[in-house]
């Protein structure tokens, strides 16, 4: 059984920054594909980020680039979402996920494990 636990969200004023993790257990983390969701109250889950299984390859929203960084590491069995200069439109609960699949990881669908989710609230 796969388990994903977020943690590091938080209350941030504007133009702030956070780092959110995720910690994998339960099957080999080196072999997932990892992803980076999130949703806002009244609005559908969207996609954030999205890491390779070996971290050689990211991708990120539109309207997170240049603002977040999504990354890796293997030995800790850890993800990460490095969230600067917050707006108060990315107030969400923020999700990791977990594929083994190769493709389409910027896709919600693909992803067959889920984590609790973390609150983020950014103050105007």
């Known amino acids: 059984q796969v388990q994903l636990v977020e943690s590091g969200g938080g209350l941030v004023q504007a133009g702030g920054s956070l780092r959110l993790s995720c910690a994998a257990s339960?099957?080999?983390?080196?072999?997932?594909?990892m992803g980076w969701f999130r949703q806002a109250p009244g609005k559908e889950r969207e996609f954030v980020a999205a890491?390779?299984?070996?971290?050689?390859?990211?991708y990120h929203a539109d309207f997170v680039k240049g603002r977040f960084t999504i990354s890796r590491d293997n030995a800790k069995n850890t993800v990460y979402l490095q969230m600067n200069s917050l707006k108060p439109e990315d107030t969400a609960v923020y999700y990791c996920?977990?594929?083994?699949?190769?493709?389409?990881?910027?896709?919600?669908?693909?992803?067959?494990?889920w984590g609790q989710g973390t609150q983020v609230t950014v103050s105007s």
């Open positions: 890491i390779n299984w070996s971290g050689g390859s990211t």
């Open positions: 339960g099957r080999t983390f080196s072999r997932d594909a």
């Open positions: 996920a977990a594929t083994q699949t190769l493709l389409a990881i910027t896709n919600a669908g693909v992803y067959d494990y």
